[in-house]
């Protein structure tokens, strides 16, 4: 099992910053993508980012110039600096990862609450 703790989340002024974190542990194989998704109240679950083994990287539209996605191989951890923050990026954020041990797996943070407002 893979356990995934996020951490960085809160309330923040439009045009500010936040760093979200999640750090993987348990019974880890290997990891392929881990990624960030968001929901917004009487919203569907969409992808922000996400990032492979390789280092290459996907993003929303809305997100692209404002949000970089990296990781940390070593720590099993996946991060997302947000940037210039708008109200609409106002959801609940959960982190997803993706291990392969001869099928893939996948694991969803518990979510952490971001909150762009003045």
């Known amino acids: 099992q893979v356990q995934l703790v996020e951490s960085g989340g809160g309330l923040v002024q439009p045009g500010g910053s936040l760093r979200l974190s999640c750090a993987a542990s348990?019974?880890?194989?290997?990891?392929?993508?881990m990624g960030w998704y968001r929901q917004a109240p009487g919203k569907e679950r969409e992808l922000v980012a996400d990032?492979?083994?390789?280092?290459?990287?996907d993003y929303a539209g809305s997100v692209k110039g404002r949000f970089t996605i990296s990781r940390d191989n070593a720590k099993n951890t996946v991060y997302l600096q947000m940037n210039s923050l708008k109200p609409e990026d106002t959801a609940v954020y959960y982190c997803?990862?993706?291990?392969?041990?001869?099928?893939?797996?996948?694991?969803w943070g518990q979510g952490t609450q971001v909150t762009v407002s003045s």
């Open positions: 997803r990862v993706d291990t392969i041990n001869w099928k893939v797996y996948t694991y």
């Open positions: 348990g019974t880890i194989s290997r990891i392929s993508v």
């Open positions: 990032i492979y083994s390789s280092g290459s990287t």
